[in-house]
């Protein structure tokens, strides 16, 4: 199957910039999508962005202009650019892939990475 771990998280002021990366292995053919979460304290796991096999992107209202999700020409790894960050994007985040195993379809999870945003 397909495993995914991300990393590039951390605790950033009001402002900064981070970029996030998800690092995928297994059947990497087998991914389609991919796209990143998130999931602040108390609250329920929100869409951030989503990117397809073709290269089409989509970002949350909450993140557009700000946050650009990009995917290597293999496939893997993907991205998140993050700038201009607020105190409200604090949360867990998580990368996502979505494909096709054996005729059977497969969501893959990463493990998440933290991203804190003081004010």
């Known amino acids: 199957q397909v495993q995914l771990v991300e990393s590039g998280g951390g605790l950033v002021q009001a402002g900064g910039s981070l970029r996030l990366s998800c690092a995928a292995s297994?059947?990497?053919?087998?991914?389609?999508?991919m796209g990143w979460y998130r999931q602040a304290p108390g609250k329920q796991r929100e869409l951030v962005a989503t990117?397809?096999?073709?290269?089409?992107?989509d970002h949350a209202d909450s993140v557009k202009g700000r946050f650009t999700i990009s995917r290597d020409n293999a496939g893997t790894p993907m991205y998140l650019q993050m700038n201009s960050l607020k105190p409200e994007d604090t949360a867990v985040y998580y990368c996502?892939?979505?494909?096709?195993?054996?005729?059977?379809?497969?969501?893959?999870w990463g493990q998440g990475t933290q991203v804190t945003v003081s004010s």
């Open positions: 996502n892939a979505r494909g096709i195993i054996a005729g059977t379809r497969v969501v893959s």
């Open positions: 297994g059947i990497i053919r087998s991914i389609n999508d």
């Open positions: 990117i397809t096999s073709g290269g089409s992107t």
